[in-house]
Each structure stands twice: as C-alpha cells, then as structure tokens.
C-alpha cells in the first residue's frame, strides 16, 4: 500500500537523489550510482555488504532503515493512517485469524484504523527485508496471539518461513503538528554478536522540504520478537 516508486521520471531522480544524500549522511560516507546495486528481485543493497538498509514511502513521509554488520539485513515500511475502504476483506484475506480478529476487534473503536496499519506495516516490512512481493504476505510471520481474551503482539514464524538468525521487529507512529499521522515498522535479521539484537537507525523526511524531518513526533509502540516465553509478548495499545 505504500507507494514505493514515484510517479514521474523527475521526481524518481529528486528522490533517488535525496535518499541517497540521506543515506551518506546516516552512513558518514559519500555514495555515488555505482555504491548501491540491486538484487535479481530489485531490492537495493550496498556491495561491500558492511551495511544494510531499506526505504519506504507514503502520504508526504519518507523513511530510512539503516543497520551496520556484515550478517545484518533490515526491512521497514511506512503508511499513512486514513480511512480506507475494503481493510476488514483485506484482513480477512492476508492476515491470520488472530491478525484479523484484532482488526476486526480495532474497527469498533475510535482510531480503529491503526491496527489494521500496525499489521500490514510489520508484514510489509519483513516481504521488503526478504525481498518478497505482497502475493508473499500470506507466508509472513504472525504478529497477533490471543491470551485470557486479550490480544498481546507476538511473533510466530511459519515452518516455510523459519531462519537461522534472530529477527525483530520495531513498531512506531510518527504524528506531525499538521494531524498528519503514520505507522512505520522496521524489522531486522541478523547479529552484531550471538547474544545481542539491535536496534535500526531511522530517518525520515517529507517530499514538500525534502529535508531531514525532526518536528514528527515518534512514539514507539512495540518490540517483537521470537516470542521465548508469554512475557515476551506486548500488549497492543491503540
């Protein structure tokens, strides 16, 4: 749902340019054409492999995914909340039963519309960390479990889907003094060492300043990972 490629040839190149001007900044290094490459199913990566990351857009927000270790791959995805017709059927299609239930549950009160951005956001951002499509979404992990009739944010790998290294996944909303309000999730596999997980560095920007965008205010909702016990898990909040 987010529009990951622009309209129009020169607003691509307005982009391209500026997240890669982003991205030497996050980086510290200067990054020509030829210091990112595409993979056979057109995800761009950097090379030399020491550092990876992803970049997602929608409304007016851009948004940047960065982490560094030559075994680290990332994945983000970022939506811009506003009502949207049909996000109960498309539940009901790609999401699992706990997944939709919580949508479904969501819908009936106020600001409804967030989890069902919470779960695409999360299932997006992990197709873009794999190099997957949307008709992948049905092989994502689950996010949702059901515990004493409450809905807690867990993570639930599929056996077609299991890896060897960790996986987590960072949920923010980002809101802005104009209302403008957006769910961004990022996701990481991988290790810095064998018992540390990380966080991704992000950054984000808007297509009317095309600058570094400091005046969103970002809250994080959850951290979720391989779930090894119930305490792991976090109870959804919106």
Request: hydrophobic share 35%; aromatic share 10%; net charge negative.
């Amino acid at each position: 749902m987010s529009s990951n490629s622009q309209k129009g040839p020169g607003r691509r190149e307005l982009f391209s340019a500026e997240w890669r001007r982003i991205l030497s900044l996050m980086t510290g290094r200067s990054l020509s054409g030829n210091d990112i490459m595409l993979e056979e199913n057109g995800r761009p990566y950097f090379p030399d492999g020491k550092e990876d990351f992803n970049i997602s857009h929608s409304g007016a927000l851009t948004a940047v995914s960065l982490v560094s270790g030559e075994r680290a791959r990332t994945g983000c995805d970022v939506e811009l909340v506003k009502p949207r017709a049909g996000t109960i059927r498309i539940a009901e299609e790609f999401f699992t039963t706990q997944e939709r239930d919580y949508v479904i549950s969501a819908s009936q009160k106020q600001n409804g519309q967030t989890a069902f951005f919470e779960i695409w956001t999360l299932k997006e951002c992990y197709l873009k960390l794999k190099g997957l499509t949307v008709f992948d979404m049905k092989h994502t992990p689950s996010f949702v479990s059901v515990k004493d009739g409450e809905f807690h944010f867990a993570f639930s790998v599929a056996t077609d889907a299991a890896t060897d290294t960790p996986l987590t996944f960072y949920l923010y909303e980002l809101k802005g003094a104009d209302g403008e309000w957006y769910i961004l999730a990022a996701a990481i596999e991988g290790f810095i060492e064998e018992t540390e997980r990380f966080r991704p560095e992000m950054n984000w920007f808007t297509q009317s300043t095309l600058s570094s965008q400091s005046t969103l205010h970002a809250r994080s909702i959850a951290e979720i990972k391989a779930a090894i016990s119930p305490a792991e898990t976090v109870s959804p909040n919106s």
